[in-house]
């Protein structure tokens, strides 16, 4: 027994001296969940396209600055006669790693099947009524009527080959929810900075370098091998990173950011993330469902003005967050169009101002509601509403907490269930018509979905509209901030804080936190 | 013995009936995977549309007569997470969690019952009272808490054996993936192993001590001493004899705990194997895979009951004599 044992414990030390030393090269990273698919149109999912960043190419991209900058699109830009057609102009020379080069016509495949029913691309893309090749290296997208964000859109839209997809037969995205398994779902050939060496699904995802990259000389590539593994466990997580199995972690927990900063050789890196935190009350109907109060509170502007008094961010980001947080006093963070400093300040803490303005609204006994959060989808959500429920009761208002999954919570917010619920919001856009069209918008036909709040305003769904029209960025950064300030000005939601983003690495790896949670690791550079 | 096992099959049969109903049923109230599925851009439409597409609309005895009817002819349905047979999904599951439980398994029956006897037998000796308050540990500390403890202490600040996952495998009889003939799969192997098995072994082991300290007092034994056997052939021949059969129902039946519970041990060190399949699809409300894992663990828990049973009547004579009889 002994002598085996001392047998393992030199095969373990020798696995992990050979990870360090002779492959110095080998980025393991991990994260919590994987990738559900390589089909890199099925699925409109993060941790997703985190994986396909790394083996396909899009025409544009976020860089991590979060810059839209040209990937496989060297200039793009709307057709002087005609508003509406948007030209793509495409970089030349550029291979699959299979071989095959790179044309208008994969441009154009790429773009036709993510608009397929079967994709779940295909709601960024519903602006688009043809895509066409106007030559070997140009594209062009014609919208119903000008479209003046249509690259935005672009940047997680990965780009295959299409006589790849018709040999293999794969010519239509994965059919996700009749569990079709196609050849793209475990293979892929991008035109990518890695190419894949083997995927084992919820285990393990190897790729190396694409020597051949058109970005070889732009980028610094230094990683030549990467394994990325996901690790469900946060304590797990951060126990592979201490112990030298996993370089670099992108979610590290809150409650271990400070012990991973004293670690030996361990650095965090943070950033805003493009997600902000908030709750949103039921302000449409006549009463509540879960009170016994008569009537709704909600329905008037003073009792919301008075529960976003009565809440302390600043506590929340302190002891909920331990300071990884950033208060918000808008619904969107900080990097997206229309956003300003103004707009993010929050209206003072002050619970006095509360009971008052709850008095004067005709609840000086305050009332009782039910707060509806999840407890497994963003950052301590329920100890966040937790806080919320302690404050709220400080002036009176008595909340009855109800914490569930996801899975139960997003499905009862979607039936319209709730009175008062948490919600968590991302921009991929980074444009605030992308909020208003999902959260604010009067909630009917495709507008306003996740608009569960019953908030319904004439003019701002008029400026929303107009928002899509309007090509002139002045007019229409003018028709945001006009929204804006009539939607701040009713309190339709509560702002908590914006998510912030939290990668451990050794320390050796330099990479900034991008945004959007997606590690570009062409960029990774060694500092050793 | 004929009768004896018909009987046996037709209760294991119902009890497989009622789990499934159960199971099913239960599972259709905990969330939508509707959600999950789409984006945050996808429209009620969308979501309708896939909900129908996935039978999810039709009423719940209908869904449940279409899952056994597939379950009886081996079909689970499509995970709705990872798009595949729920059927493929577990037999790329299963080795990895067999290999974690039989490993686990065997250093708890080996160590337990060596242990047993060694206190049982060494009642006074301080190395015996060491063990024994040792496994009161082992009794109440929860398996995250131990698995986080031995990840902490042997692979972060000892760097002895790995924190996570599975290492390296090779393919058995082309279908099989197995870790145990690796080095890096070995040394994956050791801290789950132990996590999962330190419970069992404690238990066995006060056990198989008990039990040897009851049998140790019986009269037989005295007699055996009387007619002048040495000591080896009263403990091992006459006495670990007769304290095997409750042993041998308490390792049956927790084998079946082991691979049930192995759900935790799994989800500590990042096992790739159906405890963590199933945490993965709760978490993803991935009914098929939830329902068909609830069944696979009930049929074993099921045929180990059996099992047991039938060894009883290897090892106790008495028992077929009253059924004979």
């Keep these: 027994m002994a002598k085996s044992l001392s047998g393992l414990v030199v095969t373990g030390l020798a696995a992990c001296a050979f990870a360090t030393a002779a492959e110095a090269r080998t980025l393991h990273w991990a994260s919590a969940a994987d990738s559900l698919t390589l089909d890199p149109h099925s699925q409109n999912e993060r941790p997703t396209h985190r994986i ?477 | 013995m004929t009768a004896f096992i018909i009987r046996r099959l037709l209760q294991a049969l119902l009890v497989m009936a009622v789990v499934a109903l159960v199971a099913f049923s239960l599972f259709r109230y905990v969330g939508d995977p509707v959600h999950n599925m789409l984006g945050q851009e996808a429209t009620q439409q969308d979501r309708a549309e896939l909900r129908a597409a996935l039978g999810l609309d039709d009423p719940v005895p209908v869904q449940f007569l279409r899952f056994v009817g597939n379950a009886l002819q081996g079909d689970f349905g499509i995970s709705y997470r990872a798009a595949q047979p729920v059927s493929t999904l577990i037999a790329e599951r299963l080795p990895a969690t067999l290999e974690l439980a039989l490993t686990s398994a065997l250093f708890a029956v080996v160590l337990g019952i060596g242990l047993g006897i060694y206190t049982a037998l060494r009642r006074g000796g301080w190395l015996s009272r060491a063990v024994m308050t040792f496994s009161l540990i082992g009794i109440s500390l929860p398996t995250f808490l131990i698995g986080i403890v031995l990840i902490y202490v042997f692979s972060v600040e000892l760097g002895w054996f790995r924190a996570f996952g599975r290492g390296e495998t090779v393919l058995l009889w082309g279908w099989w993936e197995s870790a145990l003939l690796t080095p890096s799969g070995l040394a994956s192997l050791v801290l789950p192993a132990i996590t999962l098995g330190l419970f069992q072994l404690t238990l066995i082991m006060r056990l198989v001590r008990a039990e040897m300290l009851e049998v140790l007092r019986t009269d037989y034994i005295k007699f055996a001493r009387a007619r002048g056997l040495p000591d080896r052939v009263v403990h091992f021949g006459h006495a670990l004899r007769n304290t095997l059969v409750p042993v041998i129902t308490i390792i049956g039946l927790q084998t079946g705990t082991i691979i049930a519970f192995a759900i935790i041990t799994e989800t500590v060190f990042q096992w790739p194997g159906v405890g963590r399949l199933f945490i993965t699809a709760i978490r993803f409300v991935d009914i098929p895979v939830m329902s068909a894992y609830l069944v696979l663990i009930a049929f074993l828990f099921v045929a180990i009951n059996l099992i047991v049973d039938l060894l009883y009547y290897a090892v106790d004579p008495r028992l077929r004599v009253s059924d004979g009889g």
């Excluded at chain 1, 991973?260 to 997600?275: C, S, T, Y």
Aim: glycine fraction near 6%.
């Design chain 1, 52 to 528: 396909s960043h790394q083996l396909y190419d899009t025409l544009v991209y976020r860089d991590l600055e979060l810059a839209l900058q040209p990937r496989l699109a060297t200039d793009w830009y709307p057709r002087e006669d005609d508003p509406s057609v948007w030209v793509f102009e495409l970089r030349e020379g550029v291979t699959f790693h299979e071989g095959q080069a790179l044309t208008a016509e994969d441009v154009v495949f790429s773009l036709e099947r993510a608009m397929h029913e079967n994709s779940d691309m295909r709601g960024l893309l519903t602006s688009i009524s043809e895509v066409r090749a106007a030559g070997d290296y140009t594209v062009e997208i014609v919208t119903d009527g000008p479209n003046p964000l249509l690259p935005n859109n672009l940047s997680n839209l990965f780009i295959m080959d299409s006589g790849w997809a018709a040999e293999h037969d794969v010519e239509t995205p994965q059919d996700f929810a009749s569990g079709e398994e196609s050849y793209a779902v475990r293979n892929a050939n991008g035109t990518g900075p890695f190419e894949l060496v083997s995927r084992e699904q919820d285990t393990r995802t190897e790729m190396v370098r694409n020597d051949d990259y058109w970005g070889r000389d732009q980028y610094p590539m230094e990683v030549s091998r990467q394994v990325f593994q996901p690790i469900e466990s946060s304590a797990t997580r951060v126990a592979a990173l201490l112990s030298g199995e996993i370089d670099m972690i992108l979610d590290a927990p809150v409650q271990d950011i400070a012990r991973l900063r004293e670690a030996e050789g361990i650095k965090v890196e943070q950033a805003p993330q493009n997600r902000t935190i908030f709750l949103g009350m039921h302000q449409g109907r006549e009463t509540l469902r879960n009170s016994e109060t008569d009537g709704n509170p909600f329905a008037d502007e003073r009792v919301r003005r008075a529960l976003y008094h009565a809440i302390n961010a600043e506590a929340i980001r302190r002891s909920v967050m331990r300071g990884n947080s950033q208060p918000a006093g808008i619904i969107m963070p900080p990097f997206v169009n229309g956003y300003t400093e103004a707009l993010d300040e929050r209206l003072p803490y002050d619970p006095e101002a509360a009971r008052e303005l709850l008095a004067d609204a005709g609840y000086p006994e305050g009332f009782d509601v039910t707060l509806h959060c999840p407890n497994d989808r963003y950052i301590n959500d329920e100890e966040i509403c937790e806080a919320v429920t302690g404050l709220l009761g400080r002036v009176g208002i008595d909340v009855n907490l109800v914490a569930q999954p996801k899975s139960v919570h997003f499905a009862e917010l979607q039936r319209g269930e709730y009175d008062f619920y948490m919600l968590g919001w991302g921009v991929p856009t980074l444009d605030s018509e992308y909020v208003f069209n999902y959260l604010l918008h009067t909630s009917e036909g495709n507008r306003g979905s996740w608009n569960f709040t019953g908030y319904s305003n004439e003019r701002v769904d008029e400026l929303i509209q107009a928002m899509g029209r309007e090509v002139n960025t002045e007019a229409r950064n003018g028709l945001i901030a006009e929204a804006w300030e009539i939607v701040q000005d009713d309190v339709v939601y509560l702002p908590l804080h914006h998510q912030v983003l939290s990668w451990a690495m050794r320390e050796e790896i330099q990479h900034p936190v991008q945004s959007e949670n997606n590690p570009y690791m062409h960029h990774v550079e060694f500092s050793d």
